[in-house]
């Protein structure tokens, strides 16, 4: 299981990050003492830094510097800085990637697990590597990560292309479409809201109405049907949709 190190200091923001890391099966660690955040990255070993720009009492442009002297651990800043010489002084002090706030959570996954795959393919599994399984977590059987997949009873969402496959067969999704699986497969096993849903398109940008939201799901439906999982979704009358 990879290792996520959070270095975010507003307390919301930072339980949304360990909540969503949590369920898409990464080990996360925060600083117990901000003071001391380099100190910790060395005692954690984690696999990435996530890391703020402002934080309180030091600039994390000169942390990422300082971690780049010492470790070859992949950075990938987490800001709300989106001027475009922010994105270039970020990447010019080390950082592998640079996202902005609010994000995208789907799309900040596929990225993690992008620089991730970088690291992994430039220096050679770490330590955390050892030892995971294919198989999702204890309380989750049915899921499983690989990188930048979730797997859901034999049928594979991959966030970095934007497809679903099974049995070989494979069928590409649009960013609503993707979203929507998104937040089904994540939540295996539980009734998921149209309102939920809707409401999760509108955080992301996705400007979608009710009636949108049931056109999108028939395509979802036709697309499973193609690749012979067309049973996964069920439509839980009055209450929302199911896996």
Avoid at 58 to 68: D, P
Wanted: net charge negative.
């Amino acid at each position: 299981m990879y290792r996520i190190f959070i270095v975010e200091d507003n307390e919301e923001q930072r339980r949304e990050l360990l909540l969503f890391l949590k369920q898409a099966l990464y080990e996360t660690v925060t600083p117990e003492d901000d003071s001391e955040i380099l100190s910790e990255i060395q005692k954690t070993r984690p696999d990435l830094v996530l890391l703020d720009i402002q934080l309180p009492g030091q600039n994390g442009l000169e942390l990422c510097r300082k971690i780049r002297q010492t470790q070859e651990i992949p950075v990938i800043f987490l800001t709300g800085r989106s001027g475009p010489m922010d994105e270039l002084e970020g990447m010019l002090s080390g950082a592998d990637d640079y996202i902005v706030k609010p994000y995208c959570a789907p799309v900040l996954l596929a990225r993690i697990a992008a620089v991730l795959k970088r690291s992994r393919q430039n220096h050679g599994p770490s330590e955390t590597d050892f030892g995971q399984t294919a198989s999702g977590s204890a309380d989750d059987p049915g899921n499983e990560r690989k990188d930048f997949k979730i797997v859901c009873h034999g049928v594979t969402l991959d966030l970095l292309d934007g497809s679903l496959a099974a049995g070989g067969k494979k069928t590409e999704l649009t960013r609503t479409e993707q979203r929507i699986c998104y937040r089904l497969f994540v939540s295996d096993g539980k009734i998921v809201s149209r309102e939920d849903l809707l409401d999760d398109l509108w955080d992301d940008q996705i400007f979608i109405d009710d009636n949108t939201l049931s056109v999108n799901v028939t395509r979802i439906r036709k697309k499973l049907q193609e690749i012979g999982a067309g049973e996964l979704i069920r439509t839980r009358r009055g209450q929302g949709y199911q896996i």
